[in-house]
């Protein structure tokens, strides 16, 4: 089948990519030491004067809050402030390499040097971040549509009680088949603007819903193969992650390498969704 050579040649043209993945894999890593190193310190002038680790090898302890005190505040604030640092600086910094990447996959003919893969990234990042906004505007849209106004009138109609529950397990199964689509549409946006040099982004908008009238069938089940396998790793990452977590000593070096890994497969899955667009694209209509 086609849409399973298309699978193919992305995953081989993601894997040949694998010094960019690496440099995204670096810069993200650098991006996090920054912020948990100072983390790290507040953690341990905090939990040094207590015994506070002790008591959590046994499980969370409700009181220990207010035993720590003063101290407990300055360490949520500067978990909590950490936290959506990282969360805005990996939208924008994974935002600027998509435009590399995609260059990598719809324009350049063999692979691109570190020089022409910044190059690309930061000609596309105003472009291809205000398409991720628009696209965040517009899955939001279709996630209340899909699950939040039919969770209303069944709050309304049960009094709160949501007796019906079972019943929205039909708008998330519509609401997870819908997003293969905005997927589509928001790569085949990206590849355009990155294969022609144009950062008109409503015109990209305009080439990515085109692109659904050429082989939709074949492009959506390439895609939704993509995406649940991103889904199941991510699942199963998580899982590990959970009931993987070392208390003390190398342990929690060889847990650091193992997150790591798992870090550098999801980069390499996100360059194969963006290397399968990219091949979808070159499907005759």
């Known amino acids: 089948m086609d849409y399973i050579r298309i699978l ?7 894997a040949t990519s694998y010094r960019l993945i690496i440099i995204m894999w670096l810069t993200a890593l650098m991006m996090v030491l920054l912020v948990a190193v100072p983390l790290k310190s507040i953690l341990k002038g905090v939990f040094d004067r207590s015994l506070a680790t002790e008591r959590m090898l ?3 302890d409700a009181g220990l809050a207010g035993d720590m005190g003063q ?3 300055y360490l949520f604030g500067a978990a909590t402030l950490g936290g959506l640092l990282l969360m805005l600086t990996g939208f924008l910094l994974f935002t600027f390499f998509a435009g590399g990447l995609f260059t990598r996959f719809a324009a350049a003919y ?6 022409s893969f910044m190059k690309a990234s930061a000609r596309n990042f105003f472009p291809f971040l205000v398409l991720a906004l628009l696209m965040t505007l517009i899955i939001f849209a279709w996630t209340a549509l899909i699950i939040g106004v039919p ?8 009094d709160g009680a949501m007796t019906g529950s079972n019943l929205m397990r039909i ?11 905005w997927l589509l549409v928001a790569d085949h946006s990206r590849r355009w603007m990155a294969a022609t040099g144009s950062g008109r982004v409503f015109r990209a908008m305009g080439a990515g819903f085109g692109s659904l009238k050429r082989r939709f069938m074949r492009s959506y089940g390439a895609m939704l193969t993509v995406m649940i396998v991103n889904v199941l790793f991510f699942g199963a990452a998580l899982w590990i992650a959970a009931w993987s977590v070392p208390e003390r000593g190398g342990m929690i070096f060889l847990f650091f390498l193992a997150t790591q890994l798992m870090f550098l497969i999801r980069l ?3 360059s194969w969704r963006y290397a399968v667009v990219s091949e ?3 499907l005759p209509a």
Do not use: C, Q
């Not at 193919?8 to 993601?14: D, E, F, Q, S, T």
């Not at 969770?151 to 049960?158: Q, R």
């Open 8 to 14: 193919k040649r992305g995953a081989a043209a993601a």
């Open 58 to 60: 046994d499980g969370f």
């Open 71 to 73: 101290s407990f505040g």
């Open 110 to 115: 063999g692979d691109l040097n570190v020089a």
């Open 151 to 158: 969770v209303g009138i069944m709050a309304a109609v049960t």
């Open 171 to 181: 708008p998330l199964l519509i609401w997870a088949l819908g997003m293969p689509v």
């Open 268 to 270: 390499l899955l996100k």
């Open 280 to 282: 979808l694209a070159l």
